[in-house]
């Protein structure tokens, strides 16, 4: 018998969210695999034991996390929380600099007067603001390494994600060594990556030197100083993926509902980027995965449908709280920024070998019937019912949830709002009617597209199948002159002259089956 695949392993889901997390920093995806990397390496000149390492590995996988559930926070401060935190590595955070650096963002994009008067508010308020945000970000981030099944050992560093070895650090002010090795450890080697890409190993040894005794623990500065070309050697030409997941402490494939809990788990946080789609992911997995139940589809697809659900947004920890947030209508630039949503959150799941249908979906999910959808614009075959599915289940569910533009929709207007989406020919008639059949809705088919009557339509998907207007008779026991008038009659309304051309409208119109 064979044996099914063996599901991801939880260092390889770690080390995708470790990409998103990448973006909503403001920098290229495998910063944290390659600060990952090097921070090992620290780790081993400086004589840390293997538990040590493999806390150390996850804890920086997992570390930054907290930002992203704080975003609508930051970009409330400082307008563009990605372009915040982007900066946030070029400065000795303390004293003047952190100051600089938070006035410099503080009301970005206000008229003068404007700013200057928001300005004055930030200096009364902005640093008691910030000081909560860190302390949240650290629970959250703790919150994230329980729910992913990582030892409470990980949890307890990451309280100290943002301490300083100069005790001018936050939330608490802890100083010295009473900071784990492992974080002094991780400080070092996340902002020495970002100098070393952006300014080779001299510009990251300059930093460190600068940095050394105040925000990083002065003997690993000195170790790292000394030992820069050894400890660099290769970081910015290898795959830093493979090499990561090579040095992963050794963890077994997850049964399926490990994998469950830890999906589950990066979603909510993905919805955290904005108090408006909390709890979306988990409400669009369970109501595409009952449709997919009610439409028919194996086990294994609404497994996967399910699955897809609890990620598809992944990809909007890429995209600023600065538009997601907006209640002004969007630029162009704006929406060129969110159509990119869902082929971030493929291009990082598909990293995972196990979850590459899961990807497939996730990148597909804003996609429609009609090729209206973003980022790909295809539709009609191109799309399968798991795609077309997931694709109504989150449009339902968005509808029922708030935007800064417009309030949340009572369910029978939501259901109203997916059937005109029906009618226009963006979302699927079958996966419409499987969500709103799960959704507990009335799900009566819209009017069909053309003024086509029932049969008409029901003739029509016959004629796309291949079958002959005697063989259409003869399956529905009518006269072949009655089927004669009906194909007439639909190509007028359709505006099509043979089955090819009446064949693309049904696809265009979700009529194809």
Same mark, same amino acid.
């Given at each position: 018998?064979?044996?099914?695949?063996?599901?991801?392993?939880?260092?390889?889901?770690?080390?995708?969210?470790?990409?998103?997390?990448?973006?909503?920093?403001?920098?290229?995806?495998?910063?944290?695999?390659?600060?990952?990397?090097?921070?090992?390496?620290?780790?081993?000149?400086?004589?840390?034991?293997?538990?040590?390492?493999?806390?150390?590995?996850?804890?920086?996988?997992?570390?930054?996390?907290?930002?992203?559930?704080?975003?609508?926070?930051?970009?409330?401060?400082?307008?563009?929380?990605?372009?915040?935190?982007?900066?946030?590595?070029?400065?000795?955070?303390?004293?003047?600099?952190?100051?600089?650096?938070?006035?410099?963002?503080?009301?970005?994009?206000?008229?003068?007067?404007?700013?200057?008067?928001?300005?004055?508010?930030?200096?009364?308020?902005?640093?008691?603001?910030?000081?909560?945000?860190?302390?949240?970000?650290?629970?959250?981030?703790?919150?994230?390494?329980?729910?992913?099944?990582?030892?409470?050992?990980?949890?307890?560093?990451?309280?100290?994600?943002?301490?300083?070895?100069?005790?001018?650090?936050?939330?608490?002010?802890?100083?010295?060594?009473?900071?784990?090795?492992?974080?002094?450890?991780?400080?070092?080697?996340?902002?020495?990556?970002?100098?070393?890409?952006?300014?080779?190993?001299?510009?990251?040894?300059?930093?460190?030197?600068?940095?050394?005794?105040?925000?990083?623990?002065?003997?690993?500065?000195?170790?790292?100083?000394?030992?820069?070309?050894?400890?660099?050697?290769?970081?910015?030409?290898?795959?830093?993926? !493979? #090499?990561?997941? /090579?040095? =992963?402490?050794?963890?077994? @494939?997850? +049964?399926?509902?490990?994998?469950? *809990? &830890?999906? !589950? #788990?990066?979603? /909510?946080? =993905?919805?955290?980027?904005? @108090?408006? +789609?909390?709890?979306?992911?988990? *409400? &669009?997995?369970?109501?595409?995965?009952?449709?997919?139940?009610?439409?028919?589809?194996?086990?294994?697809?609404?497994?996967?449908?399910?699955?897809?659900?609890?990620?598809?947004?992944?990809?909007?920890?890429?995209?600023?709280?600065?538009?997601?947030?907006?209640?002004?209508?969007?630029?162009?630039?704006?929406?060129?920024?969110?159509?990119?949503?869902?082929?971030?959150?493929?291009?990082?799941?598909?990293?995972?070998?196990?979850?590459?249908?899961?990807?497939?979906?996730?990148?597909?999910?804003?996609?429609?019937?009609?090729?209206?959808?973003?980022?790909?614009?295809?539709?009609?075959?191109?799309?399968?019912?798991?795609?077309?599915?997931?694709?109504?289940?989150?449009?339902?569910?968005?509808?029922?949830?708030?935007?800064?533009?417009?309030?949340?929709?009572?369910?029978?207007?939501?259901?109203?709002?997916?059937?005109?989406?029906?009618?226009?020919?963006?979302?699927?008639?079958?996966?419409?009617?499987?969500?709103?059949?799960?959704?507990?809705?009335?799900?009566?088919?819209?009017?069909?597209?053309?003024?086509?009557?029932?049969?008409?339509?029901?003739?029509?998907?016959?004629?796309?199948?291949?079958?002959?207007?005697?063989?259409?008779?003869?399956?529905?026991?009518?006269?072949?002159?009655?089927?004669?008038?009906?194909?007439?009659?639909?190509?007028?309304?359709?505006?099509?002259?043979?089955?090819?051309?009446?064949?693309?409208?049904?696809?265009?119109?979700?009529?194809?089956?």
């Amino acid at each position: 018998m064979k044996q099914p695949p063996a599901g991801p392993r939880r260092s390889e889901v770690l080390a995708a969210l470790s990409l998103a997390i990448d973006l909503g920093l403001g920098q290229p995806m495998e910063h944290m695999l390659r600060s990952c990397l090097l921070a090992l390496r620290i780790a081993k000149a400086a004589g840390v034991d293997a538990a040590g390492q493999g806390r150390l590995y996850y804890a920086n996988q997992v570390a930054w996390i907290g930002c992203h559930a704080d975003s609508f926070e930051l970009a409330a401060l400082f307008t563009d929380d990605i372009a915040f935190r982007a900066d946030y590595y070029n400065r000795d955070q303390h004293g003047l600099p952190m100051y600089a650096g938070m006035f410099s963002h503080a009301g970005a994009g206000l008229p003068p007067f404007a700013r200057v008067a928001y300005w004055t508010r930030f200096a009364a308020t902005g640093s008691a603001a910030v000081r909560t945000m860190i302390a949240s970000h650290c629970i959250s981030a703790g919150v994230l390494a329980s729910n992913v099944g990582l030892d409470g050992g990980v949890a307890g560093l990451l309280a100290h994600t943002f301490e300083r070895w100069d005790g001018k650090g936050l939330p608490e002010g802890v100083a010295g060594p009473d900071i784990p090795l492992e974080m002094r450890i991780m400080h070092l080697a996340d902002t020495a990556e970002v100098f070393l890409r952006q300014e080779g190993v001299a510009g990251a040894v300059a930093m460190v030197r600068a940095r050394r005794g105040s925000q990083f623990d002065p003997a690993l500065a000195g170790l790292f100083i000394d030992q820069a070309g050894a400890l660099t050697e290769g970081l910015l030409d290898v795959d830093c993926w !493979q #090499a990561a997941l /090579d040095l =992963a402490p050794s963890d077994a @494939p997850l +049964t399926g509902p490990q994998l469950d *809990a &830890v999906l !589950q #788990a990066v979603g /909510d946080f =993905a919805d955290l980027k904005s @108090p408006y +789609t909390a709890g979306h992911s988990r *409400a &669009v997995a369970a109501l595409a995965a009952a449709a997919g139940g009610i439409h028919g589809m194996p086990a294994d697809d609404v497994t996967q449908l399910r699955r897809a659900g609890w990620v598809h947004d992944l990809g909007r920890l890429g995209v600023s709280n600065q538009v997601w947030d907006k209640k002004e209508p969007l630029s162009r630039a704006d929406l060129e920024r969110i159509h990119m949503h869902p082929y971030l959150g493929e291009r990082i799941l598909s990293r995972v070998p196990g979850l590459k249908g899961e990807a497939a979906l996730t990148g597909l999910h804003h996609e429609r019937m009609d090729g209206s959808g973003y980022p790909r614009g295809i539709g009609g075959t191109e799309l399968g019912i798991k795609q077309r599915i997931l694709a109504a289940a989150d449009s339902y569910h968005s509808s029922l949830e708030p935007r800064p533009h417009r309030a949340a929709l009572p369910p029978a207007d939501a259901a109203a709002r997916l059937r005109q989406e029906v009618s226009a020919g963006r979302i699927s008639a079958d996966a419409a009617d499987a969500v709103l059949v799960a959704a507990g809705q009335p799900h009566r088919r819209p009017a069909a597209p053309a003024g086509l009557t029932p049969r008409e339509v029901e003739i029509l998907g016959m004629l796309c199948r291949g079958m002959t207007p005697a063989e259409i008779a003869a399956s529905l026991f009518l006269a072949r002159k009655t089927v004669r008038n009906h194909v007439e009659h639909i190509y007028t309304k359709i505006g099509a002259t043979n089955r090819v051309g009446a064949t693309l409208f049904a696809v265009r119109n979700g009529l194809i089956n």
